[in-house]
């Protein structure tokens, strides 16, 4: 389940570039995760960071630059 919302978030935020920059503010993966639940996206920190194997770090690139999405 998680795997489809992480991607669903993915392909959405290709294709709105409004959706992607509001994400693309997020301080940290908390947060990050925080507004693609209050969006309808049905995913945790642990399970986003396993779906695309990203550390804490990684969450300040471009959600466009995410590779594999």
């Known amino acids: 389940m998680a ?3 992480v991607k669903r978030l993915f ?3 290709q294709s709105n570039p409004t959706l ?3 994400l693309n503010t997020a301080p940290n993966p908390e947060m990050f995760v925080k ?3 209050d ?3 049905d995913f ?3 399970e ?3 779906m695309t194997r990203f550390s804490v770090e990684e969450l300040e690139s471009e959600i ?3 590779p594999g999405i």
């Open 3 to 5: 795997h489809t919302e």
């Open 11 to 13: 392909q959405a935020a």
């Open 20 to 22: 992607r920059e509001r």
């Open 35 to 37: 507004m693609a639940q």
């Open 39 to 41: 969006l309808g996206y």
């Open 44 to 46: 945790t920190v642990e």
């Open 48 to 50: 986003w960071q396993a």
């Open 64 to 66: 466009s630059e995410i």
